[in-house]
Nanobody, 125 residues
Framework: QVQLVESGGGLVQAGGSLRLSCAAS????????LGWFRQAPGKEREFVAF????????YYADSVKGRFTISRDNAKNTMYLQMNSLKPEDTAVYYC??????????????????WGQGTQVTVSS
């Protein structure tokens, strides 16, 4: 079955960097777009970034544009999120997800059918 496993989260000071990874199995990785979402305590899950199946198209939430970079290595079945200039408001559990092309937009959670378990990112001020 499809499995997505995030890693790379942790505690970092404001202004620092982290690189998240999402390792996938049980699917033809290069056939699907993938996304990153995050959820802070008491808040709804929100879109962070999306990358197309080929990596040729990427989209970002305004809150992370210019600071975060999404990428993928189809040979390794892995997606990445490079996060620079981190802010305390970036603190959240970060999830990777596989898009199912249900017709919903890439920034909507309902556009994805498989999710990882999440990795905690904490940014201290």
């Amino acid at each position: 079955q499809v499995q997505l496993v995030e890693s790379g989260g942790g505690l970092v000071q404001a202004g620092g960097s982290l690189r998240l990874s999402c390792a996938a199995s049980g699917l033809t990785f290069s056939s699907y777009g993938l996304g990153w979402f995050r959820q802070a305590p008491g808040k709804e899950r929100e879109f962070v970034a999306f990358i197309s199946w080929s990596g040729g198209s990427t989209y970002y939430a305004d809150s992370v544009k210019g600071r975060f970079t999404i990428s993928r290595d189809n040979a390794k079945n892995t997606m990445y999120l490079q996060m620079n200039s981190l802010k305390p408001e970036d603190t959240a559990v970060y999830y990777c997800a596989k898009r199912d092309y249900s017709g919903s937009y890439y920034y909507q959670a309902q556009a994805y059918d498989y999710w990882g378990q999440g990795t905690q990112v904490t940014v201290s001020s």
